[in-house]
């Protein structure tokens, strides 16, 4: 990559230009409320840099504005998943919660202005929540299902296929060490990490009653990219019931270059001349716990959680905790209180 400050191809440098202008454009087009000039404006920006999460939450915003909620969930879909800095997650939470507003889901609406106000308090944030809990977590039912193995080889065929190194005649305690790590713990659960590079994909096993394999399939997924990964820390524990707690923070890819007088004057670029990070922003953290039931082959309930890191290493300290309370899991924080039973039948695993 080259160094910030180098030249870059004047067919590059305009393009940039073109898309701070879009942006400049639709904006002052939305405060008009000229919804349809907004939107071409931000359509123009997002054919210069596709996917780019910043024109695709100023679209969203417009859309929502229109009363287009399909089309907005699906701007704020593409953008949420593209790593962006503390500011646009919380731009994008904000968004995500009137968008959950007008869809009628008042549970789903607090919860995503609560992770906004946690992320970057702003008058409008507050005022969102007044009266309200301000809990930056939600506890749902998952709908996640886990695939049964008889044994570690046929769960790595499945994951692997012809990729991992197998021995000729493998067992299962050296295929359990090639796929987990290691062979010495019989009961579980572990982690299992997929590595593609620059892709990580990371799964969680779980020994079922009966003997057989519970393997719950990409419960988080990471990128290597110009700012690191986005996992900072991933684990799973086995008791009072087997859960995984994955924490992880994205870092800000800011497609901006630097600017003298409203014009580009450097920036980094790959020799395709597509735009490349310039430098990582503030992170927006978060921790997510799934709570396992290997016998009824089920994630039980999982947690999403408003998280915060205070070094590069990994000091990380979760804006809400929770408890394991008999047959129920609570959220454990000021303004959560929030109960959800592990089993449908709220007996428990």
């Known amino acids: 990559m080259a160094p910030v400050g180098s030249a870059i191809a004047p067919e590059a440098r305009s393009s940039l230009e073109a898309y701070h202008r ?3 454009t639709g904006r002052a087009a939305a405060r008009r409320k000229n919804f349809s000039e907004a939107g071409a ?8 840099i596709p996917h780019d999460p910043r024109a695709l939450a100023e679209r ?4 929502l504005l229109e009363g287009k909620l399909s089309a907005a969930e699906r701007d704020l879909k593409m953008a949420r998943s593209r790593p962006v800095g503390k500011q646009l997650a919380s731009e994008l939470w904000m968004s ?5 507003r007008r869809q009628k889901d008042a549970d789903a609406a607090r919860h995503a202005f609560a992770r906004s106000h946690a992320l970057l308090p702003t008058r409008e944030s507050s005022k969102k929540l007044e009266g309200g809990a301000l809990c930056p977590a939600r506890a749902t039912v998952s709908e996640r299902q886990a695939r049964i193995f008889g044994g570690w080889v046929g769960l790595a065929k499945h994951l692997y296929g012809d990729r991992l190194p197998m021995p000729d005649k493998p067992s299962e305690p050296s295929v359990q060490k090639i796929v987990v790590g290691s062979s010495e713990d019989a009961e579980g659960p572990w982690l299992a990490i997929q590595r593609d590079p620059p892709r990580a994909t990371y799964h969680a096993v779980a020994r079922r ?4 394999l519970a393997l719950y399939e990409a419960l988080a997924t990471d990128a290597d990219g110009p700012c690191g990964g986005s996992i900072r820390h991933a684990e799973v524990v086995e008791a009072p019931v087997p859960h995984v707690i994955v924490d992880r923070c994205d870092t800000s890819q800011v497609p901006l270059c630097a600017r003298v007088d409203g014009r580009i004057s450097a920036c980094t670029f790959d020799a395709g001349q597509e735009l490349r990070q310039v430098h990582c922003g503030e992170r927006a953290c978060s921790r997510h716990v799934a709570f396992l039931d290997p016998d009824s082959a089920r994630v039980s309930v999982e947690i999403d959680a ?6 590069d290493a990994g000091r990380f300290i979760p804006f809400v905790q929770f408890v394991v309370d008999g047959s129920k899991v609570a959220l454990s924080a000021s303004g959560c209180t929030q109960r959800i ?7 428990g695993l």
Do not use: I
Not at 60 to 63: G, I, L
């Open 209 to 212: 009653s009966d003997g057989k």
């Open 341 to 347: 039973a592990l089993s449908p039948d709220g007996a």
């Open 22 to 24: 879009a942006l400049v």
């Open 60 to 63: 969203a915003r417009v859309r």
């Open 96 to 100: 995500w919660g009137e968008l959950k």
């Open 306 to 311: 408003a998280a915060e890191s205070t070094t």
């Open 41 to 48: 404006a931000f359509d123009s920006a997002l054919k210069l």
